[in-house]
């Protein structure tokens, strides 16, 4: 079962997602802050979906670290803070790809699973 690490401050859209991607056959674990996401073990996930804008802090540290640490890890970056600015430092740091909020729950499944079998042909 491909593991999924959703960072998401608004309880409410983390529950939606997760819900969704449980049910899709992916086991979910969900940090709601920045520091909650920083303890994890990152080798622990096939994928990650990280909020922009966490209790207004930016998560950017936490995509360098990642990228660093495991650079072939998926990120990918869902938030509703998709504007330009953004999206190219989110480039810029690594990011996989980018949904904006309100997310196509279709879409969202579609987009992980291209990405997570992307990732197991190039291993």
Known sequence: ??????????KETADAIAKFLTRKGFEIDVAYDLSSALSKNIS??????????LKGEKSFPMLKKIKQEQPKL??????AYDNDENIM???KLGADGFIAKPVMT?????FLLSKIHSLRRKA
Request: no cysteine; net charge negative; aromatic share 6%.
């Open 74 to 79: 998926p990120v990918i970056i869902v938030s």
């Open 1 to 10: 079962m491909d593991k999924v690490l959703l960072v998401e401050d608004e």
């Open 89 to 91: 430092e989110a480039k």
């Open 106 to 110: 279709e879409y969202l499944e579609n």
């Open 44 to 53: 622990d996930y096939q994928i990650v979906l990280l909020d922009i804008l």
